[in-house]
């Protein structure tokens, strides 16, 4: 680590004193205050040639994900040696058998995963062996920055030595702030204490999404719910071309404040009663739903049942929570 931010220094990159590297259980190398912090300071900042992107690696025939991939796997740089050295928490590294535990729509995400990971693979490193390549194309989707070098979004990516201990924080009030200019900057966006982890918020992400993409779940996170549309689509049929109509069908959801107004208006459909009306805003959707009471009863015991994974496990754990928060509204 001395080494890392030995280099960084030398390179025209700035590290306060005021911030180390230390290892935090289940969180790995985290940034944490050495020393009290006040709102505002500076804590990072790294110059335009310290941040590796497609810009400055120079592959105009290859995305930026492949060409940051290829960049880890061909380049001797000791910064690689500070990335995680595997990935076994991420579903893309998981058995078929494992992945069936993912609700429907994190399935599909991961199985999209896996075969862009694969183009990518036949594109950019064909000789590397494909667990190899999979290593460096996830160090690269967990742990970039978005970063303006001329392209659209998505080709943007960036890699930022030592900012990529950042950990995530879902309350972004607790976050640091990110500024970009010659050069990509952190600011403290509140005061510390000696000892507390400084982290980034990814965005306003779902534990499932949280565990695709970066193989962690996130605890009381706000954002989290429960995707219903498999269990309530099949009951809707018969009201399947109105509710299609109306802009209504499908992405049912739960989460601790309740069901979503989409998920209220469908259960109105199964009532046969007053539907235009609750979508048109004329009459307030009736929160408690017998069929919501069954629903979230048939989950229950699903999310209390074995699982093979710690963080399946954790998953599950944050919808039982959300089922014992919602289930006053709904029904008993």
Known sequence: ????????????????????????P??????????????????????RHLLINAQSLGEPNLTSHQALANFLLTSDSFWIETLPKSFDSIPVCWSPAELKFLPAKNQAHVAKQLAQIAVDHRLACPNEPFDRFRW???????RCLYWDVGRERKENMTMAPFIDFLNHDTDQSKTVQVKSGLGMALYAARDYEKGEEICLNYGPHENAFLLCEYGFVAQQNPWDY???????EPLLKDHESQLKELGYWGDYTINSD??????????????????????????????????????????EIVFKGPVPRPEIRHLYDGYLSIIYSSRSKVGT
């Open 258 to 299: 309740g069901a979503s107004f989409r998920t209220l208006v469908a259960c109105e459909a199964l009532k046969n009663s007053k539907l235009k009306s609750v979508v048109d805003g004329l009459v307030e959707p009736d929160e408690w739903s017998p069929v919501l009471t069954e629903i979230l009863n048939e989950l």
């Open 136 to 142: 460096a194309w996830l160090c690269v989707n967990s």
């Open 226 to 232: 429960i995707d219903l549309t498999a269990k309530l």
């Open 26 to 47: 289940d969180r790995g190398n985290s940034i944490v205050a050495a020393c009290s912090i006040s709102k505002g300071e500076k804590l990072v900042s790294l110059s």
């Open 1 to 24: 680590m001395d080494q890392l931010t030995h280099w960084i220094a030398e390179s025209g990159g700035y590290i306060s004193p005021k911030v180390e590297v230390t290892a935090i």
